[in-house]
Each structure stands twice: as C-alpha cells, then as structure tokens.
C-alpha cells in the first residue's frame, strides 16, 4: 500500500468516512450510526475542531483523527477519535495520523490525551506503542458496561 499523505477533513469527506466508520464492531458497540456519525462530524467542522483525513492511492479519505485543542482539563489536547478504514488498517496509515495530531498538539504546546475502550486491545497496544501511558480510568463512563482508560502522551517538558 502507497504512503498515506493527511490533509484538513471538507464536508465532502463526511460520507466517505461514515460509510466504513459504520462497519467497525468498536463503533457499532457504541451505538454509532451513520447520522449521529455524520451530525458529530458537521458539527466539529463548523466548530474549527482539528479534523484531519488520510489518502492514500485508490483509498481517498481511508483513516481520520480529531482533535480538539484544550479539550481535556482545558489545557490539553484531547484526541477524541482516530480511525482507519478496516481495508487499510495495519499498514501504518494510523501511525502517519498520530504523528500528525502530535504535530498539531505541539504547535500548541500541548500535551495529548485520550480515551481507549478497556477491551480495545489491539488500539492500546498501538498507543503504547507510539509512547502513551495509561494514567487513570473512567468506569461506566459512555457504556455502563466499559471502562474508558486515560492515555497521555507528555509532549511538553
Ligand atoms: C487503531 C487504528 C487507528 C490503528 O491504525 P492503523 O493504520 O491500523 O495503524 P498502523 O498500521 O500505523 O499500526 C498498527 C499496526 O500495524 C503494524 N504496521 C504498521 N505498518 C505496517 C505495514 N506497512 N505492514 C504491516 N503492518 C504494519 C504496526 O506495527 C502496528 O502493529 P500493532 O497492532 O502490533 O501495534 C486502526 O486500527 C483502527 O481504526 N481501529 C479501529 C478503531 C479504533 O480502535 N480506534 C481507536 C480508538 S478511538
């Protein structure tokens, strides 16, 4: 698989990218349909949210990231979502975003949080991965049945 190479999200995107989100079993866990996915996305957009897409060749808008700058404890970078569409994952296209919102993240002098699904193994493992540490956990948080760990990413000394 070609480079991916990130650009900002249009609105154009917005059904591009719903109609693999809807086929990810951690989004179908969370109850997230194709118009409340679609509904979050306009609204970021129109919010100044930072929404980035990844292309990659015959794959256009194949993975995001959104972030919201000061979105955690209103000094931190908070990573609300990433994704990769299920054809491209595993060929590094969610590394080349990460690093992205990582960039973003220090241009604000920002350190970067985020939440993880306690049984979304294979994302936690990614995470680690590119240098995050667990440092606390919600239980019952957005599922009554799941608790969401706190990753944190010290980008900042
Ligand atoms: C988690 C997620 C964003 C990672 O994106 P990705 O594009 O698959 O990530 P990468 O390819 O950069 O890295 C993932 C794995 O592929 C491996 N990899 C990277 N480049 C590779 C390549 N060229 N060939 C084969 N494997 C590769 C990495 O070593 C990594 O291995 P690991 O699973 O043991 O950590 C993506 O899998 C996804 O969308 N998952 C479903 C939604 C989700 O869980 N989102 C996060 C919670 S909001």
Excluded at 26 to 44: D, S, V
Excluded at 73 to 83: A, D, E, K, P, V
Excluded at 100 to 129: C, G, I, K, P, T
Aim: aromatic letters at 12%; a negative charge; proline letters at 4%.
């Amino acid at each position: 698989m070609d480079a991916a190479s990130i650009r900002f999200m249009t609105e154009d995107d917005i059904p591009v990218i719903t109609g693999w989100m809807v086929l990810i079993p951690l989004w179908q866990r969370y109850n997230l349909t194709a118009e409340k996915i679609n509904a979050q996305f306009e609204k970021a957009l129109k919010a100044q949210d930072i929404l980035l897409v990844a292309d990659v060749a015959g794959y256009p808008a194949c993975g995001f990231a959104w972030c919201l700058p000061g979105g955690t404890f209103g000094r931190s970078m908070y990573l609300r979502l990433i994704g990769v569409h299920p054809e491209c994952a595993r060929f590094g296209v969610g590394s080349v975003l990460l690093a992205e919102v990582e960039r973003h993240a220090l241009e604000a002098r920002q350190d970067l949080f985020l939440l993880v699904s306690d049984f979304n193994m294979d994302a936690q493992r990614f995470y680690r991965r590119h240098g995050f540490d667990q440092v606390g956990a919600i239980p019952a948080y957005v599922l009554p049945d799941v608790t969401e760990l706190i990753y944190r990413k010290r980008l900042m000394a």
